[in-house]
T-cell receptor, first 110, second 115 residues
Framework: QQQVKQSPQSLIVQKGGISIINCAYE??????FPWYQQFPGKGPALLIA?????SEKKEGRFTISFNKSAKQFSLHIMDSQPGDSATYFC?????????FGQGTRLTINP | NAGVMQNPRHLVRRRGQEARLRCSPMKGHSHVYWYRQLPEEGLKFMVYLQKENIIDESGMPKERFSAEFPKEGPSILRIQQVVRGDSAAYFCASSPLSSTTYEQYFGPGTRLTVT
């Protein structure tokens, strides 16, 4: 199965709070898991990525947690800011092509 | 270092016309990918190309769609005899040659509207 399931579809978080977005995949051949941030009218921008041999990766306020046995991974945004309001996509890569989740529209209230 | 460039940014075509979308990868990148994004949906893989070669076109519709990445010049996604259902944002991404590098960097997209 080539699907990547992402939840929630939309998320509202107060400024300073933690935003958490979850993804699940089925194909164990996937070997690279990036997260993209997309603002309206723009292309997706690579935010952070992880390989399955690592359980966690942190870059600034952004952390990916990866559970290989459960085939799940999540994005945590610490100290969420209004500028983080965007649509976030998880993806899984196998054979050079990306399979995207459906996206999460994140709104950070000031 | 300029990013991935796409043009035009917006394209309006009448049903039955042809649409040509162009993509210039980042400097030093030799792999190009095309994705389609329908409103309120995630991106869907269409085709993966290297210079003068189509590597994977499993996401391309069987008819009316074609892609190329010539030795010189940008990659082209061509849609013949467009229909309203082709209206979408089309994104190009590129990645370096190295097999140890997986990152795909996206351009700003071409928003195609079929009237």
């Amino acid at each position: 199965q080539q699907q990547v399931k992402q939840s929630p579809q939309s998320l509202i978080v107060q400024k300073g709070g933690i935003s958490i977005i979850n993804c699940a995949y089925e194909n164990t051949a996937f070997d690279y898991f990036p997260w993209y941030q997309q603002f309206p009218g723009k292309g997706p921008a690579l935010l952070i990525a992880i390989r399955p041999d690592v359980s966690e990766k942190k870059e600034g306020r952004f952390t990916i947690s990866f559970n290989k046995s459960a085939k799940q991974f999540s994005l945590h945004i610490m100290d969420s800011q209004p500028g983080d309001s965007a649509t976030y996509f998880c993806a899984a890569q196998g054979a050079q092509k990306l399979v995207f989740g459906q996206g999460t529209r994140l709104t950070i209230n000031p | 270092n300029a990013g991935v460039m796409q043009n035009p940014r917006h394209l309006v075509r009448r049903r039955g016309q042809e649409a040509r979308l162009r993509c210039s990868p980042m400097k030093g990148h030799s792999h190009v990918y095309w994705y389609r994004q329908l409103p309120e949906e995630g991106l869907k893989f269409m085709v993966y190309l290297q210079k003068e070669n189509i590597i994977d076109e499993s996401g391309m519709p069987k008819e009316r769609f074609s892609a190329e990445f010539p030795k010189e010049g940008p990659s082209i996604l061509r849609i013949q005899q467009v229909v309203r259902g082709d209206s979408a944002a089309y994104f190009c991404a590129s990645s370096p040659l190295s097999s140890t590098t997986y990152e795909q960097y996206f351009g700003p997209g071409t928003r195609l509207t079929v009237t």
